[in-house]
């Protein structure tokens, strides 16, 4: 991912927000949100710069309120991105492929904890995670939000219903790109929805500013397509 706008607007992380708690889950710090005794979960793959974020946390704490056990592990072993690092270097010590055996991991860890559907979306790197687990059974739904590069082999790859939400102004997912994803998704036998939204950057999803009303409207659009996806799958 080399495009600057991978780290524009990084969030002020904060590790005491939202209104759940830090628990130890399948031996990553991790983020719970929601009915614990829940048999549908969602597991929110943060962006470059981690699972403390407050607006991905407020968001799943969103997503818990219509029922779902939400978590947002920490992938990156407590060293998120720091915009004073090289991101190809930081990229290089936090690869995808490791992402993808880590969401594994949770999913396990999951599934012990008594839960029988899991969910994914993923932001940005995340997102590129969430394509991968989506290309097999370990969970039964994916929603993708501005990731960084997938390949047309990636998207060939998807077995579960997925949602691809892209922005109009982004260099690692640009909207054309997005929609021939889509098309490739609809001529597979696999539900798919995808969406382009007008107006907005890379990583508007989770990095809008409180006082922005239009980014918060934008951004909260995203929020309901991601969590009706997943109502419609898992609940």
Request: some cysteine; hydrophobic content about 40%.
């Amino acid at each position: 991912m080399s495009s600057s706008q991978c780290i524009q607007n990084p969030p002020s992380v904060n590790s005491t927000c939202g209104s759940g708690s830090v628990q130890e889950l399948g031996g990553f710090q991790t983020y719970l949100t929601g009915p614990e005794d829940s048999k549908d979960a969602i597991l929110l793959i943060s962006d470059v710069f981690g699972c403390e974020a407050p607006n991905l946390r407020k968001l799943a704490d969103k997503v818990a309120a219509a029922g779902f056990l939400v978590v947002v592990p920490d992938f990156f072993y407590g060293d998120p991105y720091d915009v004073n690092k090289d991101l190809q270097s930081w990229i290089k010590s936090h690869a995808v492929d490791k992402g993808f055996e880590d969401a594994k991991t949770i999913i396990s860890a999951l599934k012990i904890r008594g839960v029988s559907d899991v969910g994914a979306a993923g932001f940005c790197w995340g997102g590129m995670v969430a394509a991968k687990l989506a290309q097999f059974d370990y969970i039964k739904a994916a929603v993708i939000l501005h990731p960084g590069p997938l390949t047309v082999e990636d998207i060939n790859a998807v077995k579960v219903p997925t949602a691809l939400l892209g922005a109009e102004i982004d260099h690692l997912a640009p909207p054309e790109q997005i929609k021939h994803f889509g098309e490739i998704l609809s001529g597979k036998n696999v539900d798919s929805f995808v969406k382009i939204f007008p107006g907005v950057v890379h990583g508007w999803t989770t990095r809008y500013k409180d006082d922005d009303e239009s980014a918060v409207k934008s951004a909260e659009e995203a929020h309901a397509d991601m969590l009706n996806w997943f109502i419609k799958y898992l609940k």
